[in-house]
Every structure is written in structure tokens, then in C-alpha cells.
């Protein structure tokens, strides 16, 4: 397991969600259950930060999320032509 992993994971994620913002936890749900051995938390978090970087996912504030530690997540244009070119 190592980034690329992670990151091609995150991606079919939120391709699956058919353009809908998905919820953090349940993002990384997703993550653990597609990836063995789990990840770690930190990892997952620094693999979300490098794509929001690079311009390949978004995030937004979660409204119903009274916290404010569980954002909203979708997949950016970038993103989209990176999974369509990975076939996910």
C-alpha cells in the first residue's frame, strides 16, 4: 500500500458518487474498505490535502456537520479527466 493506492481509491470513490459531494467519514470508509491493509488516518489526510493541491478534488463545509471536521468532498475537472484516464 502506498499513496498512489490511496489516491487511485479516493478517486473511484467519488467517481461511484456520481458528482455528489460525499462526507468525509464516509469517504474514508470507503478508503478502509477498498485498501488492506487500512490505511492510516494521517495518511488518508495527507493524501486529501496533496490532491486538493494539485487541483484533482475539492472540498466545502459540511452544513450539517455541527463540528466543522467532517467537509464535504468531490472530485474536481481535473480529477475527472485523471480517472477517466485511469479507467476507474
Request: proline fraction near 6%.
Amino acid at each position: 500500500m502506498n499513496a498512489e493506492d490511496i489516491i487511485r481509491q479516493i478517486l473511484k470513490t467519488l467517481v461511484q458518487a456520481e458528482g455528489h459531494p460525499l462526507p468525509e467519514d464516509v469517504l474514508r470508509m470507503h478508503v478502509d474498505y477498498g485498501i488492506r491493509p487500512r490505511p492510516l488516518k494521517a495518511i488518508v489526510t495527507e493524501c486529501l490535502r496533496s490532491m486538493e493541491e494539485r487541483g484533482l478534488i475539492m472540498s466545502q463545509a459540511n452544513e450539517l456537520d455541527m463540528t466543522g471536521e467532517n467537509p464535504l468532498w468531490q472530485m474536481d475537472e481535473k480529477g475527472q479527466a485523471m480517472a477517466t484516464r485511469l479507467r476507474l
